[in-house]
């Protein structure tokens, strides 16, 4: 058994790179490693921004030797078959064996593979891992550049380190030899480390100011960030992402604590965090004790070094922030010389996509549909006048300086200057909303006005790209379509909102669309089936659930309802045995082919017919009375529970309440077993098979009207 | 280039030279150090031009096979950053120090590094960092990757292996070091506003050179500068280099592109482009200065293959 140590050293790799190409190192060492018959264990492999390293213990020394039979053509066969067959396993003619293979002497080629030292397979896989390594951007560097197929890596590759159990393995890249010496921290250290192997590696890293394991890295930041501010009596902001940024960043993180001019903080607390971590890396600190929670005027950066005195290194971050926190002020400053409205002018410069116009076009057309959905629809109930200014305001904060610099603000922005500027808190807070929800743990508006923006938002994104056919395919989304729809979803859940496709289709283009309205239903169905998968919701009760009548539900939280109704029904037994004999009468009548529909509703949509009389008649009448026969116990109890329990559910679907229509349903349950149990259902009768198969169909009818169960899987 | 730097900071002694105290002295001792390790010393193109890279030096000597390894000064003219001498640290007209090493050399960031340490920055006293920073120009056909430099948490120089020029691959690629100088001087002489950087050590201020020059400059800019004029002379480059490239002349025909590029510059300070025209311009502008590039590699690449038999153009 040998440890096996690989060191890849190179100039500074991006921060956000490092994880994946850890992740690249492994798969390929394992590819390779495996093709060649060697068995790997766990491995441990360590970013730095100079580094990539990848420890293997216990190794093999050697592969095992192998033995390998081929078939070849039968004793006789014409010379050229048989040469063939000798060059292809690369054996002599001699060597060949012949064996008896159904009577027919056959030849066959025996080969040999001796064992092959670990080492040299290591030497041959290390230049085809580093030549098939995939990086997001990669380039080539110095002398041997001189030709377009030298090798690439992210940056130039400057060192290579492979010990088996201590021992150099030779390998040559690009003239890049593997040895055992590397380099320590690039201002710490002087000249080369000698490694003997897995064991000393990190430790010697570590004598020269290289913590080598990027997750110990991580530690250091987060933990000496939080401390630096708690030292200062602040809590640090957390954020995980800048802990590993800082970790990419540094072989010797340290983090230090620093203060910037308290007249900053005028501007809002978002602008600063934001400069502060995407242009310099730095945390931000909040106030620990009286002020909890609002951002006080001090950074925490990390450096790399463990400077002679730290003073200077933060005086100088401290400059670099006062400069960028200057710039910010001044835009915040800047964009309020001018109202939102004034902004918005010049939204008609920007153009929103070619086939759809400029942002005030389409500022027009959320205006128009947030102030129908306030006012027509009352879906949500809000202010007319309200609505309608947030709307035609919500986007103006894409012209000023501040979102210019940090398109992340978008929405906040607007937000802040709508408060400025003295607008109604409603209003400025739907600016402020409307693109959310976002994230999964965003919050989702419930303020009418708020929503009423963000629906006519998400609605115009949707209607629009879906009315010049640009629809989301596989990965590609430009557009965030489907983000756009599952923030509908979650707005529509949040609120209750009881809103028709059809009808937002009619407000957003002034006439009924029928073709469009089904087109985004559908699509807004197939994101709910993936929002509810994870609360074990079935696509396939969705799927039973997506008409509404014989028509598509046009509205998508009806359908929600009834495929959780659904969902809690056939986890119960009576459910799950209520639809095995839904499958059952429905198989008999298939196979019969029987398909009338002696009651004369047939494939008319009994929702349209609820409440007439013929309809009520038709679900309720007692049937039995017309019978011919005197009908056997089970037939008859089958027939008294449909004609309490099929009236019932069809009033509760109507009325939208789903699970009592299925507690209605779930009545059936013994009577349809019992009538499987003891009636024959193709009796010699035909007037008793007749009635029998109406009955079914009857009965499937009943349940089909509460979901349509043939849709149901499984 | 010898593997063994020399650090000119020795020789400050004899000199006099103080880079902590002098803008001058910092770009004499960045000249000393970069001809001491094998560059030629270039002064500045004689073109107004937004980017030390525009420099033929740069852009076309990027180009082919042959070693080459300069620096030089170059001012950098960007209309549209004018202050009119009020902002301490935006300037219409500023420097910028480029080197260019081809094929780069293994020990190119030491060498960087040796360049900081020449101008007085100490490595273990201030934070250098190395911070992903990748570069395109879509005008020249080029992109490379790189970092910017960061001394405590301070862009100082944008560090660049180039991968592409004029649509061709750089074979074999160049590293390009770009140092912007006012901002590493207010650095090292701990300077908040740039027009108070010293000069020289005998009392002159960057202000005393070029306060009034900013003044008069961001004014003709963005408010006098005849937008009539500038639309004729962008079209006369535009016409001038497709002349210069039908006539085999790429060098000229490159130089005509530059022109048509600043000028464009101030037509967008002058506020005369539209959202939709300045698409079109900057089209226009790649025309010219990717297909003065292709000319010249073009043109010189049977003399570069001659030369160097295992290169080839593509």
């Not at chain 1, 990419?248 to 007249?263: K, M, Q, Y």
Request: a negative charge; one cysteine or more.
């Amino acid at each position: 058994m040998a440890d096996f140590l690989l060191e890849l050293r190179c100039e500074e790799i991006p921060a956000r790179m490092q994880a994946g190409a850890r992740n690249e190192l492994e798969k390929l060492f394992r590819r390779e490693l495996e093709a060649a018959g060697v068995a790997v264990g766990d491995l441990t492999v360590w970013s730095t921004p100079r580094r990539l390293a990848l420890i293997a213990k216990g190794l093999p020394s050697e592969t095992q030797a192998v033995r390998e039979e081929a078939k070849g053509p039968p004793v006789g066969a014409p010379d050229q078959a048989v040469d063939g067959f000798c060059r292809k396993n690369g054996v002599e003619r001699e060597s060949l064996e012949t064996r008896d293979v159904k009577g027919r002497a056959t030849y066959f080629a025996v080969i040999e593979k001796p064992g092959q030292a670990v080492s040299d397979l290591l030497a041959a896989a290390i230049p085809v891992i580093i030549r098939d390594f995939s990086w997001p951007k990669s380039m080539r560097w110095g002398e041997a550049s001189i030709s377009s197929e030298s090798t690439r890596w992210v940056r130039p590759l400057s060192g290579i380190i492979a010990l088996l159990d201590g021992e150099i393995v030779p390998c040559v890249t690009d003239g890049l030899g593997c040895g055992r010496t590397t380099k320590g921290h690039r201002f710490h250290s002087n000249g080369e480390i000698t490694i003997d192997g897995a064991d000393d590696y990190a430790a010697k890293l570590r004598d020269a100011f290289v913590i080598v394991d990027h997750e110990a890295r991580a530690d250091i930041v987060r933990e000496g960030a939080r401390k630096a501010a708690s030292e200062a009596g602040l809590a640090l902001v957390e954020d995980e992402g800048l802990v590993i940024e800082n970790a990419g960043l540094t072989e010797w993180p340290v983090p230090l604590l620093g203060r910037f001019d308290e007249a900053y903080l005028d501007v809002p607390p978002e602008v600063i965090q934001l400069t502060a971590r995407v242009n310099q890396k730095y945390f931000v600190c909040e106030d620990a004790a009286n002020d909890a929670g609002s951002l006080a005027n001090a950074f925490v950066c990390t450096a790399n070094i463990a400077a002679n005195d730290p003073a200077v290194v933060v005086d100088g971050n401290r400059k670099v922030l006062a400069a960028r926190l200057s710039d910010a002020r001044f835009f915040w400053e800047l964009d309020q010389k001018k109202t939102l409205a004034e902004h918005a002018k010049g939204l008609e410069r920007i153009t929103f996509h070619e086939k759809l116009g400029t942002v005030a076009d389409k500022v027009d057309r959320v205006a128009k549909l947030a102030s129908w959905l306030v006012f027509d629809a009352k879906e949500p109930n809000g202010d007319h006048n309200l609505t309608r200014q947030a709307a035609e305001l919500c986007k103006a904060d894409l012209v000023t300086e501040m979102v210019g610099e940090f398109p992340e603000l978008q929405g906040l922005m607007g937000g802040y200057y709508a408060a400025k500027e003295g607008l109604p808190r409603e209003v400025a807070d739907a600016i402020r909303d409307h693109y959310k929800p976002v994230g999964q743990s965003d919050d989702v508006p419930t303020a009418p006005t708020t929503v009423a923006v963000s629906l006519a938002d998400k609605l115009d994104n949707l209607l629009s790209f879906f009315k010049i056919d640009i629809l989301p395919t596989g990965s590609k989304d430009p557009f965030a379509l489907r983000r756009a729809a599952l923030g509908y979803i979650r707005l529509v859940q949040a609120n209750n909102l009881k809103l028709s496709i059809d009808t937002v289709v009619h407000a957003w283009r002034g006439n009924r669309d029928a073709a469009l309205a089904e087109k985004l239903t559908a699509f807004l169905l197939d994101r709910l089936a993936v929002q509810l998968r994870d609360e074990g919701v079935r696509h396939d009760y969705i799927a039973a659930s997506r008409d509404w009548g014989s028509q598509p539900d046009l509205r998508i939280d009806r359908v929600e309802a009834r495929a959780r109704a659904l969902t809690s029904f056939l986890g119960s037994e009576d459910g799950a045995n209520l639809l095995a004999g839904y499958k059952r009468a429905a198989n008999i009548l298939k196979k019969e082919e029987w398909n009338a529909a002696p009651d004369g509703l047939g494939e008319e949509d009994p929702l349209a017919l609820a409440g007439k009389p013929e309809f009520d008649a038709a679900m309720g009448g007692a049937k039995d009375a017309g019978l011919s026969y005197t009908p056997e116990k089970a037939e008859k109890a089958l027939i008294d529970a449909l004609d309490i329990a099929a009236p019932k559910a069809a009033d509760c679907v109507r009325l939208e309440r789903f699970e009592d229509a299925m507690a209605a349903l779930a009545t059936l349950r013994a009577p349809i077993d019992a009538f499987f149990d003891e009636v024959t259902v193709n009796d010699d009768d035909p007037a008793k098979r007749t009635a029998r198969l109406d009955l079914l169909a009857r009965f499937t009818r009943a349940v089909g009207n509460v979901a349509d169960f043939s849709r149901i899987e499984g | 280039m010898s593997s063994e730097h020399t650090n000119p900071a020795q020789s400050t002694a004899l000199t006099g030279r103080d880079p902590s105290k002098s803008f001058q002295d910092m770009i004499l001792t960045l000249h000393d150090f970069w001809a001491a390790n094998g560059c030629v010393i270039l002064q500045p193109y004689d073109m107004r031009m937004g980017a030390g890279t525009f420099h033929t030096a740069t852009t076309l000597r990027a180009l082919g096979p042959e070693p080459w390894n300069a620096a030089f000064v170059q001012p950098c003219r960007r209309p549209t950053d004018g202050r009119y001498g009020e902002n301490p640290n935006r300037l219409q007209h500023y420097y910028q120090y480029q080197v260019i090493l081809k094929p780069s050399p293994a020990d190119i960031q030491e060498l960087y590094l040796d360049s900081l340490k020449a101008i007085g920055i100490d490595p273990l006293a201030h934070d250098i960092r190395f911070v992903e920073d990748d570069w395109e120009s879509p005008t020249l056909g080029a992109w490379g990757l790189g970092w910017e430099v960061w001394c405590d948490g301070m862009e100082v120089t944008q560090f660049t292996y180039f991968q592409q020029m004029g649509g061709f691959d750089c074979k074999p690629v160049a590293g390009e070091l770009t140092y912007g100088l006012e901002r590493l001087a207010m650095y090292i002489q701990g300077v908040d506003n740039v027009y108070d950087l010293a000069f020289n050590q005998h009392g002159v201020s960057y202000g005393d050179v070029f306060l009034e020059n900013e003044r008069q400059m961001s004014k003709w800019n963005f408010e006098v500068a005849e937008t009539d004029a500038l639309f004729d002379l962008f079209a006369k480059a535009e016409a001038e280099c497709r002349n210069a490239l039908a006539n085999d002349v790429p060098i000229a025909a490159y130089e005509q592109a530059i022109e048509a590029s600043h000028v464009f510059n101030l037509l967008q300070a002058r506020g005369v482009i539209s959202v939709q025209e300045r698409a079109s311009y900057m089209g226009r502008v790649r025309d010219l200065a990717r297909s003065s590039c292709e000319k010249y590699a073009e043109k010189m690449a049977p003399e570069w293959a001659a030369k160097y038999p295992e290169w080839s153009l593509v």
